[in-house]
């Protein structure tokens, strides 16, 4: 908590920083602010930035580094045979250390030196937050100090303070850079790991996936096979079936909104289609797994078919039921892109109006309909609340939607809840997962927006 | 004439398939005219099935007992060591009160289930009524205390009493105890307000929402405090200042395709890069807050320049004009006037980050956790997650609490989509 009280501490000295700055600048020209390079207000920006942004940028380096630093010097005091222990005994030793320090539980026994070196630990943690404090307060006041005291009335002080908000307005925008190489990098890394211990092509071609590795060898029923294979044709069959119940009924009530339907109908029940994107995807897997499932078993059994209680139709007229609203929107706007003169061609040769849409509008829109239903698609094979819920767990190769079939989040979200070790295959097996469902649905994007902008530019 | 009666021909022909035409138009109507109504029948389905099964759980079934406060159990009378009240054996004093009210109960197995109609919370109620008012040892009160959820189902009506005992969790026992203690008016149902002032629990009947609540505060909190801003800036810098060239093309694809990558692809980024490079902790909301930043942050950019977009040009003009500069312009001006459209996309991106659940089982925030969080380090669970785990729960009672919690985590999206189209509609300018 002490670091939430360091902050507002510096953000009120930046507050008196702005104050002195701008009452300085004043005072050099004798009140009068036509004799001043910048408004007073710059000065004051800039006495501030100089009194917070340094002592911020050490406060976030002295935290990411305090851990280390101090763990490194406990492990210098600690005795010699701990010392020595290999790096994830030692690790756990550390933790221990660390949770008496704070008066949790620990996993050992408490001794003297495990004693001695929570108490070291927990005095130099001390120091260290102290240290922080009185090194940051001080940078702050000096660097604000020493920037009033620079401030001349040629001073340009605007340009300065306009470069600082344009250097951050340059680094946010690069963010959404960084959070793609970051993407990129981390499911990469573990992926590369993952394909030194399972070969790449038995990954995409194997016909089987069980991904129970041994933890002993003589252990029974793991056997750690990692074809995903089956995965993905889960994912097919329950995207393929979302895809049937959604296109339709998304484009034909698209269709509507967009030619029949008058403004008051419209002004009511779009909105009312639009709460359908609004709803979490958990509540829809809730749904799936209470009510839909068990009407189609009951269903099923009445008409004399099996149908599992985890069947892909579950999974997939419920994911089709959350996509509606996304297909409709889509369509919708790319019928109303179609320009006018062409329903007003159609019209005029004596065309219905179902006939001109089907005629003319449709394969106007198509790209942008394509386009839509692509983008679609990738929702549908990312989605991961409604098919952890609803669809099964077992890899199961059919395409029998009355089976339950598993999909790639599904088994991404199994693998990796839960306790994990970072070497074993397979925690690394939902990275090399979830590089191939980032491909594939970047790929799936890419395409989509292309056409859909190709398309825009046609009407244009 | 032959012209004449080609012309003929062809307006029979007309008139021949007209009838065919027009009734495939009406089909075609009718079609579009059906998609909506499946749409708008999905929508009223899903809301009837969430609140005719969550509703009952914002009742709770309470039981009526005759406790006597036994010094001899509690402490003498006039201790107020709070150490002493508080290790005292509460559990005994409802034992001691039901077997008083059913003497005829004396086999030790038949005892146990007698006691089982009440809450094991029940004990925890009255040891804070004690150690509130340490005047009550030694006195007798009619107390209202929870029934166990079982209880609980049976009043409300989920469970069915056509099964054969075997099948049900209520046997003809506690039937019978349970009609008994109607008859003398000792059941009755109130208001839960469990449901909004615990956190969560194993037992249903003392489990409640409001560490979920919590949680996601913290984590929205933590989500807006660095998505807003930031998205702001990266709309200001793309739509104000950026260039013309590869690099700013390239910010956008990126941008474009980030609000199509599939959400858990931002958790497993959570999972390596927070967790496991920067060593932050599991379960928390400031690194559930860190991911859901990443992933609303496209929303929020491409809503804010739509914003922007929609400040006319004239505006700029002129502030330029009478020698503000640039960065003047933007702050003093364009940014006043594009604020409230990028409001309406954050709150919304705001929504977007409340109801999402894949991401965050990545990063552990699916652990079970009892105390309501008190800041962004504490390990919390979020609402939707807190669904999704009691929709997990095989209690029956849990059914209803999962229904009671998504009617909350709706009311929570719907109020903020209002506020958003509120906003819209209030700021909105034509110019």
């Given at each position: 908590m002490h670091t939430s009280t360091l902050i507002i501490l510096l953000l009120g000295l930046m507050s008196l920083a702005y104050y002195f700055g701008r009452k300085r600048s004043l005072s050099i020209v004798g009140g009068k602010i036509r004799d001043l390079h910048s408004l007073p207000s710059y000065y004051g920006l800039q006495t501030a930035m100089w009194c917070g942004i340094p002592a911020l940028i050490l406060l976030s380096l002295w935290i990411s580094f305090e851990e280390t630093v101090v763990t490194g010097i406990v492990v210098e005091s600690l005795p010699q045979e701990l010392q020595s222990l290999p790096p994830e005994r030692l690790d756990l030793v550390l933790n221990d250390v660390r949770n008496l320090s704070k008066g949790d539980i620990v996993s050992s026994t408490v001794d003297q030196t495990m004693q001695q070196a929570a108490d070291h630990y927990s005095s130099l943690m001390d120091i260290s937050h102290m240290a922080l404090f009185v090194v940051a307060l001080s940078v702050a006041i000096?660097?604000?100090?020493?920037?009033?005291?620079?401030?001349?009335?040629?001073?340009?002080?605007?340009?300065?303070?306009?470069?600082?908000?344009?250097?951050?307005?340059?680094?946010?925008?690069?963010?959404?850079?960084?959070?793609?190489?970051?993407?990129?990098?981390?499911?990469?890394?573990?992926?590369?790991?993952?394909?030194?211990?399972?070969?790449?092509?038995?990954?995409?071609?194997?016909?089987?996936?069980?991904?129970?590795?041994?933890i002993r060898p003589d252990q029974v029923g793991s056997s750690g096979v990692f074809g995903s294979v089956p995965l993905f044709a889960g994912t097919m069959l329950i995207t393929l079936i979302a895809m049937i119940v959604a296109v339709p009924i998304g484009l034909m009530s698209a269709i509507y909104m967009a030619e029949y339907a008058g403004k008051r109908f419209r002004t009511l029940a779009k909105p009312v289609l639009e709460v359908l994107a609004g709803i979490p995807t958990v509540v829809y897997g809730f749904f799936a797994a209470l009510t839909v499932a068990p009407f189609f078993r009951d269903m099923g059994t009445n008409i004399g078919l099996t149908v599992s209680s985890e069947s892909a139709l579950a999974a997939g007229v419920v994911m089709g039921i959350m996509i509606i609203p996304f297909v409709s929107s889509l369509s919708d706007d790319v019928i109303n892109a179609v320009p006018q003169a062409m329903r007003d061609g159609a019209y005029g040769l004596g065309a219905t109006r179902s006939e001109t849409i089907r005629n003319v509008i449709i394969p106007a829109a198509l790209p942008g309909i394509v386009g839509g239903v692509l983008l679609a698609v990738s929702r549908a094979i990312g989605e991961t609340m409604i098919v952890v819920m609803a669809a099964g767990l077992s890899a199961n190769l059919?395409?029998?939607?009355?089976?339950?079939?598993?999909?790639?989040?599904?088994?991404?979200?199994?693998?990796?809840?839960?306790?994990?070790?970072?070497?074993s295959a397979k925690t690394l097996a939902a990275f090399a997962l979830a590089l191939v469902l980032f491909v594939i649905t970047l790929a799936l994007n890419m395409i989509a927006l292309h056409i859909v902008r190709k398309y825009r530019e046609q009407y244009e | 004439m032959n012209n004449q009666q080609q012309h003929q021909k062809t307006m029979e022909r007309v008139q021949q398939g007209l009838d065919r035409r027009y009734r495939k138009e009406r089909h075609f109507r009718w079609l579009g005219l059906g998609a909506i109504i499946l749409g708008l029948l999905f929508v009223s389905f899903l809301f009837i099935t969430i609140i005719s099964n969550g509703y009952t759980a914002f009742q709770q079934t309470y039981v009526k007992l005759d406790v006597f406060y036994d010094p001899e159990m509690i402490a003498p009378i006039g201790e107020t060591d709070p150490e002493v009240l508080s290790r005292a054996n509460y559990g005994g004093l409802i034992k001691a009160s039901m077997r008083q009210m059913f003497p005829?109960?004396?086999?030790?197995?038949?005892?146990?289930?007698?006691?089982?109609?009440?809450?094991?919370?029940?004990?925890?109620?009255?040891?804070?009524?004690?150690?509130?008012?340490?005047?009550?040892?030694g006195s007798k009160a009619e107390v209202w205390v929870v029934a166990d959820d079982?209880?609980?189902?049976?009043?409300?009506?989920?469970?069915?009493?056509?099964?054969?005992?075997?099948?049900?969790?209520?046997?003809?026992?506690?039937?019978?105890?349970?009609?008994?203690?109607?008859?003398?008016?000792?059941?009755?149902?109130?208001?839960?307000?469990?449901?909004?002032?615990?956190?969560?629990?194993?037992?249903?009947?003392?489990?409640?929402?409001?560490?979920?609540?919590?949680?996601?505060?913290?984590?929205?909190?933590?989500?807006?405090?660095?998505?807003?801003?930031?998205?702001?800036?990266?709309?200001?810098?793309?739509?104000?200042?950026?260039?013309?060239?590869?690099?700013?093309?390239?910010?956008?694809?990126?941008?474009?395709?980030?609000?199509?990558?599939?959400?858990?692809?931002?958790?497993?980024?959570?999972?390596?890069?927070?967790?496991?490079?920067?060593?932050?902790?599991?379960?928390?909301?400031?690194?559930?807050?860190?991911?859901?930043?990443?992933?609303?942050?496209?929303?929020?950019?491409?809503?804010?320049?739509?914003?922007?977009?929609?400040?006319p040009p004239s505006i700029r003009e002129a502030a330029l004009g009478i020698g503000a500069s640039p960065m003047q312009t933007i702050t003093h001006h364009v940014l006043p006037l594009a604020l409230p459209g990028m409001l309406t996309g954050t709150i919304i991106g705001m929504a977007q980050a409340l109801g999402e659940t894949a991401p965050l089982l990545m990063i552990g925030m699916v652990a079970f956790i009892v105390d309501v969080p008190g800041s962004v380090m504490d390990p919390?669970?979020?609402?939707?997650?807190?669904?999704?785990?009691?929709?997990?729960?095989?209690?029956?009672?849990?059914?209803?609490?999962?229904?009671?919690?998504?009617?909350?985590?709706?009311?929570?999206?719907?109020?903020?989509?209002?506020?958003?189209?509120?906003?819209r509609k209030k700021f909105e300018r034509r110019w």
């Open positions: 000096l660097a604000g100090l020493w920037a009033r005291r620079t401030i001349t009335r040629e001073q340009r002080a605007r340009n300065r303070v306009e470069k600082a908000i344009n250097f951050f307005l340059l680094s946010s925008s690069t963010l959404a850079i960084f959070t793609t190489i970051g993407i990129v990098l981390s499911v990469l890394f573990e992926s590369m790991r993952f394909f030194q211990q399972i070969p790449v092509t038995e990954f995409l071609f194997g016909l089987e996936w069980s991904p129970q590795t041994a059919s395409a029998n939607p009355l089976e339950a079939v598993t999909t790639v989040t599904v088994q991404i979200v199994t693998l990796l809840v839960g306790d994990q070790e970072f070497d | 005829e109960v004396t086999n030790r197995r038949e005892k146990k289930v007698l006691y089982g109609l009440i809450s094991t919370g029940a004990s925890y109620e009255l040891r804070n009524a004690v150690m509130s008012n340490p005047a009550l040892i079982d209880v609980d189902m049976l009043i409300k009506g989920h469970i069915d009493l056509r099964l054969p005992e075997s099948d049900r969790r209520i046997k003809d026992n506690q039937l019978g105890w349970i009609h008994l203690l109607q008859e003398q008016d000792r059941i009755e149902k109130r208001f839960n307000t469990t449901f909004f002032t615990a956190g969560d629990s194993r037992e249903p009947e003392l489990s409640g929402i409001k560490g979920a609540i919590a949680g996601s505060f913290f984590t929205l909190l933590i989500c807006l405090t660095i998505a807003f801003p930031v998205g702001v800036a990266a709309a200001v810098y793309l739509e104000e200042f950026a260039p013309k060239n590869r690099w700013t093309d390239l910010i956008e694809v990126n941008i474009n395709n980030l609000a199509a990558v599939p959400s858990i692809v931002f958790g497993l980024l959570g999972l390596a890069v927070f967790i496991n490079f920067f060593g932050l902790p599991r379960s928390v909301p400031l690194v559930g807050g860190l991911v859901l930043a990443l992933m609303t942050l496209p929303t929020i950019i491409i809503a804010s320049r739509a914003a922007l977009k929609s400040v919390s669970a979020v609402l939707p997650v807190q669904i999704y785990l009691w929709a997990d729960s095989p209690e029956r009672a849990f059914v209803e609490r999962t229904s009671a919690a998504i009617m909350v985590l709706l009311a929570f999206l719907i109020s903020m989509n209002l506020l958003a189209v509120w906003l």
